[in-house]
């Protein structure tokens, strides 16, 4: 079992940045398959990246080269760096801990955070 809490949402500017952060409490998220999610139509949720201490992370088609999973194994804490940020990326952003196979799909992450708010003006 493992609590996590995000936090960094906020309001940015189309093409901005921002950093959110997904602090893991009970349990080290080293071990967890560790992935951020946001809402989308079908599914309802969209896995966007995910990360695992044994391979490269992965991340879906629509923020490769814009967005960047990382953890701070030492205060457990997972990030992701977001960029060149667009209006319809305004979202609740997730985090979620999951076991393996560690892929992008939301039905294999079992705990869940309650969510940081991201809004993006044009």
């Known amino acids: 079992l493992v609590q996590l809490v995000e936090s960094g949402g906020g309001s940015v500017q189309a093409g901005g940045s921002l950093r959110l952060s997904c602090a893991g409490s009970g349990h080290n998220i080293s071990v967890f398959c560790m992935g951020w999610f946001r809402p989308a ?23 490769k080269g814009r967005f960047t999973i990382s953890s701070d194994s030492a205060r457990n804490i997972l990030y992701l760096e977001m ?24 039905d294999e992450y079992t705990y869940w ?6 809004t993006v003006s044009s």
Do not use: N
Request: charged share 25%; proline share 8%; aromatic share 12%.
């Open 41 to 63: 139509s079908d599914p309802e949720r969209e896995a966007i990246a995910r990360r695992s201490s044994y391979d490269h992370p992965i991340y879906a088609d629509s923020v």
């Open 83 to 106: 960029s060149s940020l667009k209006p319809e990326e305004s979202a609740m952003y997730y985090c979620g801990a999951g076991y393996f196979p560690c892929r992008l799909v939301v």
């Open 113 to 118: 955070g309650q969510g940081t708010q991201v």
